[in-house]
Each structure stands twice: as C-alpha cells, then as structure tokens.
Nanobody
Framework: QVQLVESGGGLVQPGGSLRLSCAAS????????INWYRQAPGKERELVAS????????DYADSVKGRFTISRDNAKNTVSLQMNSLKPEDTAVYYC???????????WGQGTQVTVSS
C-alpha cells in the first residue's frame, strides 16, 4: 500500500522554525522526485520545493528561497523540509508529493497544517 505520511506541522510565531517530515512506503522511493506543495485558504496549490532522486539537486519557489531547505534520506525513505524565518504568509496546508522519474505515476500525502501567527 502506497503511503506518504507528513508530520511536524503546527503553530509557530513569526520568525520561528518548523521541520516537516514525510515518510514514504509502498513504492520505490529512490525512483521518485519529491516535492513539497502548500495550499492556503482560497488559493491554488503552490509548489514550494523539489529534490531530485539522488538528493543532489534542489529547487525552491522564490517566496521561500533562503529560508526553506529540502532534504531526503533514501536509506530511510524520508524527506524533510526545514522552514526557518517563518512568515504569516507561509500559513498553509503542506503536502508531500512523490513524482515518478519516468512520469509513470505520482502519490500525495494527506497534508499537515502550518500556521504562522503571533
């Protein structure tokens, strides 16, 4: 059974940090590009960060560049998103997404809520 399970969301004050984790199972993790998306109320889902199958290449939305860091551990089938200097506009549900390198299929997690507020 394919699963992507996010954790680590919560309430944090502006300027604070959170670390999101995504645990994968049921598919060949190291054949998948991993993305983090987010969706704020009333807005479209937005791609936040991506990491290649090897972990050597990463990409970020301009809005989070320099503040967020994506990483993966292929031995543990996990991916993390370290979020620093959080802003109220980072408030959203964050989703882990696995995209097959050859485009064969993709998988979504259930999402984890991040709220940045004083």
């Amino acid at each position: 059974q394919v699963q992507l399970v996010e954790s680590g969301g919560g309430l944090v004050q502006p300027g604070g940090s959170l670390r999101l984790s995504c645990a994968a199972s049921g598919f060949t993790f190291n054949s998948y590009i991993i993305n983090w998306y987010r969706q704020a109320p009333g807005k479209e889902r937005e791609l936040v960060a991506s990491i290649s199958v090897s972990g050597r290449n990463t990409d970020y939305a301009d809005s989070v560049k320099g503040r967020f860091t994506i990483s993966r551990d292929n031995a543990k089938n996990t991916v993390s998103l370290q979020m620093n200097s959080l802003k109220p506009e980072d408030t959203a549900v964050y989703y882990c997404h696995a995209q097959n390198l050859l485009g064969r299929d993709d998988h979504w997690g259930q999402g984890t809520q991040v709220t940045v507020s004083s």
